[in-house]
């Protein structure tokens, strides 16, 4: 008689892991555990369910900025969803929220709205005559965040100074490779402007390379342009990076983890729990007694001076930037704005080390160097600097990082006359 071989019970198998699972199998102990497990396992599936499915809904309702709603839906070539349009009644400043501190400073509802290619609106703008200028760059500062749509920097060039001027700034999370310029610029033919304007934030991270103005090369980039021809595949490579990057930026904001962010901050607010966030930024007090706060970020960029090869980066960026667009037609200012605490810093710290070369007035000597049309926004805004401080109406929001409208109108009033001399001719 052959040795016996055991073959395995795969369905009393498959009975008995059933039977471990089953919150009545076993003692009572093993029973509430199993229950417990079986609970904990629901939860989890039903969470990663809801995260999923929020990813892809509206969040209108969650009281984000209006700029995070616009840009979930954008349009293929713009940064937020065309003809689109909300109303933000209740403004808190950004810094404020980073902090988890309560909010001190307000104003009025912020309309946010677009036009029909989906970039920030700009009321008034003439819908048939030729464009003066194009705002091409500047991020938040350029389409306007904590503005509303008659604040923004296009608004006051094209309201008070009479310079038509289309805002074609763009959401942080945009690749700012230069071909969507040209793509902006061929979808504004025949109203065409014949400048470009780049406003240049101080506390900009990363700051600008050479290597952002063009996507990073493919390995089917050569066998793609033999198949397709150049102009077809770089046309079909630039759709499908811009819809894939647009994607993956939309899904990365998560409604269930914005509500847990914020049910963890109700708590942790410096009472109930140690408030981790407020180490984020720095609290000061104005004359008049109203509380200003600065990001840590933006102190930082002023107590450490960066160094000669990165004003020499931004000098290369921009001489490339220029060359780009009189190519197509278009000459280029640069406008460079100050932070907040390069501003208002030395006055609210009597004791802050200024270097003797800010480093705007570096790069705004790169720039000429290079003849590169250049303003630079902090000589604008500094003379105002100390009745600003002792008024409490300032050129940048006490809660936010952004600049107020009135700093806004007070660059616009500059550049026009900046532009405006160097039109006139020389005797």
């Given amino acids: 008689m052959g040795k016996k071989v055991l073959q395995p019970d795969i369905p ?44 892809f809904g509206p969040i209108a309702w969650l009281h984000t900025i209006p700029e995070l709603v616009a840009a979930r839906h954008s349009g293929l070539d713009s940064p937020f969803a065309p003809d689109f349009s909300i109303r933000e009644d209740h403004w808190i400043g950004e810094t404020t929220v980073t902090g988890n501190l309560p909010p001190e400073e307000s104003r009025a509802p912020i309309v946010f709205s677009t036009d029909e290619l989906g970039f920030r609106r700009t009321p008034n703008l003439p819908a048939t005559s030729r464009l003066d200028y194009l705002l091409t760059g500047g991020s938040s500062f350029a389409y306007g965040g904590g503005l509303s749509d008659d604040e923004t920097f296009p608004a006051a060039l094209t309201r008070d100074e009479h310079l038509s001027t289309y805002n074609g ?142 004003v020499r980066q931004q000098g290369e960026y921009f001489q490339e930037y220029a060359r780009r667009l009189a190519a197509q037609g278009l000459n280029l200012y640069v406008i460079l704005l ?44 500094q003379p105002y600097a100390a009745s600003d401080i002792a008024s409490g109406d300032l050129a940048y929001y006490r809660d936010d990082h952004h600049w107020t409208p009135k700093g806004v109108r007070r660059i616009a009033a500059a550049f026009a006359g900046f532009v405006r001399s160097r039109d006139q001719p020389a005797h």
């Avoid at 004359?287 to 200003?292: I, S, T, V």
């Avoid at 810093?345 to 705007?360: I, Q, T, Y």
């Fill in 169 to 310: 700034g763009r959401y942080f999370w945009d690749v700012p490779h230069f071909v969507y310029v040209e793509r902006l610029l061929h979808r504004l033919q025949p109203r065409k402007p014949s400048a470009a304007v780049y406003l240049y934030w101080e506390n900009l991270n990363p700051t600008l390379d050479l290597r952002q103005l063009d996507p990073l090369p493919w390995a089917v980039d050569r066998p793609g342009r033999m198949i397709l021809g150049s102009p077809r595949y770089s046309e079909l490579r630039a759709c499908f990076q811009n819809r894939t990057d647009k994607t993956l930026a939309a899904v990365s904001v998560s409604p269930l983890e914005v509500l847990s962010i914020r049910f963890f901050k109700m708590f942790a607010d410096g009472r109930a729990l140690p408030n981790p966030y407020a180490s984020a930024v720095t609290s000061r007090v104005l004359p008049n007694g109203q509380r200003m706060l600065f990001l840590d970020a933006e102190v930082e960029r002023v107590r450490t001076p960066l160094s000669d090869q990165v």
């Fill in 338 to 381: 100050p932070n907040k605490y390069s501003l208002y810093g030395p006055l609210v710290d009597g004791n802050l080390a200024v270097s003797p070369h800010p480093f705007l007035e570096r790069v705004e000597a790169e720039l000429s160097s290079r003849h590169i049309a250049v303003l630079n926004g902090f000589k604008v805004l």
């Fill in 12 to 55: 009393a198998a498959l009975t008995g892991i059933a039977n471990l699972l089953n919150p009545a199998h076993g003692s009572p102990a093993v029973r509430r555990a199993n229950s417990f497990s079986s609970l904990l396992i629901g939860v989890l599936i039903l969470w990663a369910v809801l995260d999923a499915a929020g990813r």
